[in-house]
């Protein structure tokens, strides 16, 4: 059966998605909180993660909402199974976040290997994000 924050983050991630029913939401607890790893359908990641990180941002302030009132600790993580990577973020992260101001005009043309630019660019900054010292 599932908890109530796994249902939380399953319900808002599902009104999202194009594939719904490929959404998984899998939670273990370890000495840092709570973890909730999000697997969704690779063509609906972008969806998920948002331009620049927004959407996946936007969830991390519900999730640290919903952790304020159960007395806990949630870590976001959201899997990419098109490359077995997954891309983290930490729901308690402070409420100012920096980004870089690059030029987002990118097309959605496949490149070689298979994935949109937009994609590997949303990759990279929310890789960029992951570094920050939280």
């Keep these: 059966?599932?908890?109530?924050?796994?249902?939380?983050?399953?319900?808002?991630?599902?009104?999202?998605?194009?594939?719904?029913?490929?959404?998984?939401?899998?939670?273990?607890?370890?000495?840092?909180?709570?973890?909730?790893s999000l697997t969704v359908?690779?063509?609906?990641?972008?969806?998920?993660?948002?331009?620049?990180?927004?959407?996946?941002?936007?969830?991390?302030?519900?999730?640290?909402?919903?952790?304020?009132?159960?007395d806990a600790r949630y870590n976001l993580k959201i899997v990419n199974t098109d490359e077995g990577e997954a891309i983290k973020t930490n729901a308690q992260a402070p409420n100012e976040t920096t980004f870089k101001t690059e030029d987002t005009s990118l097309s959605e043309e496949k490149s070689e290997e298979g994935t949109s630019e937009l994609a590997e660019k949303t990759r990279a900054e929310l890789a960029d994000l992951d570094d920050l010292d939280i």
């Design 1 to 36: 059966m599932a908890t109530i924050d796994q249902q939380f983050v399953e319900y808002i991630v599902k009104t999202l998605v194009n594939n719904p029913d490929k959404v998984l939401v899998e939670r273990k607890i370890d000495e840092k909180g709570v973890l909730l």
């Design 41 to 70: 359908d690779p063509e609906d990641v972008g969806r998920v993660i948002g331009k620049r990180g927004v959407t996946a941002q936007a969830i991390r302030v519900l999730l640290r909402a919903l952790g304020t009132k159960q």
